[in-house]
């Protein structure tokens, strides 16, 4: 082959890649156009039917509207807390500003939710300003519907479901309170409003990729994770090519906020981004009210009889202390373990059995109290007694018990690592709000520590928490940095 051959076959190359690729941008451009020009096309109909619905008669169409993407806003749980909170937020401080809640909940009738809304979180929302679409494909994000590459399948499912939304109107800012990153690049692209997201658990988090692969199966129960290497490769390159999408999504948001420590890490390592940590409130009123002083020599374990909640590791911890300080174990004011749980299924019930035998097997019987399924009125009443509030689970990503361990004035001993060491027993005012630990002899170590105090300093350690708690977590700590957050879109 001569050199003219080989230059006319590298142009030729060439001309065919370049005729690929333009055709590909061509069509995808044309894409874009006809999808953007339809939404264009009913843009102001749009506007017009939700304001007449909400205020019939003259409104300047052009009043900024807050999109919230929820397909599940009628469930009731923290996310959603979350999700009215900000709109109540926005509401006081823009009232011109209009909210419309995207949600794949059919039937609802608008009063209705903001009821429940009222009874359930106790936040009391206008309901002028708030108008619901109604997603017809919310089936798309359903995770039951995919039982194969559940991530893939749910997050091309979101772009219809997003593309949804947004052909029934097109806000000023779309603001994500569920993490349906996939729907960024097409709200960008066909609309060009601005993005805020609320994440509250990464779609695909470092640790997963990280698991599959050292070989820890992400869910010890699914046999398919056994298989040969050949499958844990497959597997690491699909979720790494996820991770890659995943990422190059989220940077599509102009404003990325996480709920905690742990889930800005994973946002901000996945999407590159600068995420604000802004902690949901937690409610925990109802425990300000008990009793700081007067506490017995009670240590209090609230949690669920889930294996990762480590009860034994509470057992061995007692042991240990009775081993060091034989003297707490017996008297009058004996050193008591309360394990506070619901036991939901037979899994639960045999846990529990393993649980009673080690402690009989360490000798605890008489200083461990299990009260299992106990009434509300139980928790609250154990709540106001314990002076600590013990805590075992390693790497739990937030643990909202500690939360309320510390409103209830009780000083935690938690387990040193996750949410717990990041971001709730930690310093506040400079000052302790409870200890941290990790093996039997530093939680019986701290537990002596907290039991044998004076009673000043238990009641300024155990006030510190209290306040940390209720400043930290609050509503008025969401409010605010929610709107450092937002308040630059919302004025523009
Ligand atoms: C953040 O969201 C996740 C997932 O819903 C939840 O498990 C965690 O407790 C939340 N963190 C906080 C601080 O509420
Ligand atoms: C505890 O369980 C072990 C076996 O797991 C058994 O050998 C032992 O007798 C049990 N102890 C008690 C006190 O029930």
């Known amino acids: 082959m001569d050199l003219s051959s080989v230059g006319l076959l590298v142009i030729g190359g060439l001309i065919i890649v370049a005729f690929v690729i333009g055709t590909l941008g061509i069509l995808a451009y044309g894409f874009l156009f006809f999808f953007s020009n339809r939404l264009r096309e009913k843009h102001w109909q749009n506007r017009r039917r939700i304001l007449e619905s909400l205020n019939p008669g003259e409104a300047p169409l052009d009043r900024f509207m807050v999109g919230y993407f929820h397909p599940y806003a009628n469930a009731g749980a923290g996310g959603e807390r979350v999700l009215w909170a900000a709109v109540r937020d926005i509401q006081r401080r823009y009232p011109e500003v209009i909210h419309v809640v995207y949600t794949g909940d059919q039937g609802i009738i608008k009063d209705e939710v903001l ?246 097997e360490l000798g605890l019987t008489d200083n461990v109290i299990f009260a299992i399924n106990a009434p509300f009125a139980d928790l609250v009443s154990w709540l106001g007694r314990a002076k600590i509030g013990l805590h075992t689970m390693w790497n739990e990503h937030f643990g909202i018990g500690v939360v309320e361990y510390m409103a209830a004035a009780m000083i935690p001993v938690a387990h040193n690592s996750g949410g717990p060491k990041l971001d709730i027993v930690t310093e506040y005012n400079h000052q302790k709000t409870g200890f941290l630990a990790e093996d039997p002899q530093s939680f019986a170590d701290a537990i002596y520590k907290v039991l044998t105090m004076p009673d000043d300093e238990y009641l300024a350690i155990a006030n510190n928490a209290r306040a940390a708690a209720s400043d930290k977590f609050s509503e008025v700590e969401f409010c605010d940095g929610l709107l450092a957050c937002l308040g630059r879109i919302l004025t523009s």
């Open 115 to 360: 009821k429940k809304v009222q009874a359930r979180f106790n936040i009391v929302l206008e309901p002028s300003s708030i108008a619901f679409v109604h997603l017809q494909k919310r089936y798309l994000v359903e995770e039951s519907r995919y039982p194969r590459f559940t991530l893939i399948g749910q997050s091309l499912g979101s772009i219809f479901v997003g593309y949804e939304a947004l052909s029934n109107v097109v806000p000023n800012l779309f603001f994500d309170t569920m993490g349906y990153a996939f729907t960024y690049p097409l709200v960008y692209l066909l609309c060009g409003c601005k993005i805020a997201a609320y994440v509250h658990y990464p779609t695909i988090s470092s640790d997963m990729l990280a698991k599959v692969q050292d070989g820890t199966p992400r869910f010890t129960t699914d046999t398919t994770e056994r298989r040969s290497w050949l499958w844990r490769f497959a597997k690491l390159g699909y979720y790494h090519i996820f991770a890659a999408i995943y990422g190059y999504c989220g940077r599509f948001a102009d404003v990325v906020m996480a709920n905690s420590t742990w889930t800005k890490g994973h946002v901000d390592q996945i999407w590159g981004t600068e995420a604000t940590i802004v902690y949901p409130s937690c409610d925990t009123d109802h425990l300000n009210t008990l009793p700081l002083k007067a506490r017995e020599n009670y240590i209090l374990s609230v949690a669920q009889f889930r294996p990762e909640k480590d009860h034994s590791l509470q057992l061995r911890s007692l042991h240990k202390l009775f081993q060091d300080h034989p003297s707490l174990a017996k008297g009058p004011n004996a050193v008591r373990l309360v394990m506070l749980g619901s036991s939901r299924n037979q899994g639960d019930e045999d846990r529990i059995a393993r649980l009673r035998n080690e402690s009989q």
